[in-house]
């Protein structure tokens, strides 16, 4: 049974750093591409970054480009996401997904089989 478990979400003030974790249990880890999507209340889930299974291509999206920085780790099977100088606007439930394929394939909802139950990031003002 795979199950991905984010950890890190937090309080934090605008311009503050915060770093979230994705553990994946129950899957060949390397052979997955993974992803962290954001959904705000009343918006549509969004990717904010994506990773190939070896680690050697990245996805951002234009509003976190240069801000976030996605890795993996695949010894540890863990996703990270590094987020530094936070706005109010960033603030949301952080999701990570997996989608079973060696490169980044899709950067919709639809194309990520397994998800975790998200994480909570609020970014004062």
């Known amino acids: 049974q795979v199950q991905l478990v984010e950890y890190g979400g937090g309080l934090v003030q605008a311009g503050g750093s915060l770093s979230l974790a994705c553990a994946a249990t129950g899957l060949t880890f390397h052979d997955y591409t993974m992803a962290w999507f954001r959904q705000a209340p009343g918006n549509h889930r969004e990717m904010v970054a994506a990773?190939?299974?070896?680690?050697?291509?990245?996805y951002y999206d234009r509003s976190v480009r240069g801000r976030f920085t996605i890795s993996r780790d695949n010894a540890k099977n863990t996703v990270y996401l590094q987020m530094n100088r936070l706005s109010p606007e960033d603030s949301a439930v952080y999701y990570c997904?997996?989608?079973?394929?060696?490169?980044?394939?899709?950067?919709?909802?639809?194309?990520?089989?397994?998800w975790g139950l998200g994480t909570q990031v609020t970014v004062s003002s």
């Open positions: 997904a997996a989608d079973y394929a060696d490169r980044i394939v899709s950067i919709h909802v639809a194309g990520y089989e397994y």
């Open positions: 990773i190939n299974g070896v680690g050697g291509d990245t």
